[in-house]
């Protein structure tokens, strides 16, 4: 198994910044792909970026030239860099993985974290 850990969230006004980590332990052998996935309230669970072992990187068009997402390898952690929030971009934030190259669909995610609560106020 693989145990996904997300830290990070918080209160912030917008235009400001955040970083979210997401700490894997466990099986981190299978993971291939490392994702970042929202859920806002009322609302399905959407792709937010995705990161492959090999580096490559993918982005939702709503968040492409704002966040940034970056893996350590050595370290077994994913993060994610938030610039320029918006209030739209509240949501809980969710940390995933999977062992095959990356993917918009949330279904196709075997690991999974608890999520951490990112709140933009305006």
């Known amino acids: 198994q693989v145990h996904l850990a997300e830290s990070g969230g918080a209160l912030v006004q917008a235009g400001g910044s955040l970083r979210l980590s997401c700490a894997a332990s466990g099986r981190t052998f299978r993971i291939y792909t490392m994702a970042w996935f929202r859920q806002s309230a009322g609302k399905e669970r959407e792709f937010v970026a995705a990161?492959?072992?090999?580096?490559?990187?993918y982005y939702a068009d709503s968040v492409k030239g704002r966040f940034t997402i970056a893996r350590d390898n050595a370290k077994n952690t994913l993060y994610l860099q938030m610039s320029s929030l918006e209030p739209v971009d509240t949501a809980v934030y969710y940390c995933?993985?999977?062992?095959?190259?990356?993917?918009?669909?949330?279904?196709?995610?075997?690991?999974w974290g608890q999520g951490t609560q990112v709140t933009v106020s305006s």
């Open positions: 995933a993985a999977r062992a095959w190259n990356y993917d918009t669909d949330p279904g196709r995610y075997d690991y």
């Open positions: 990161v492959t072992w090999s580096g490559g990187t």
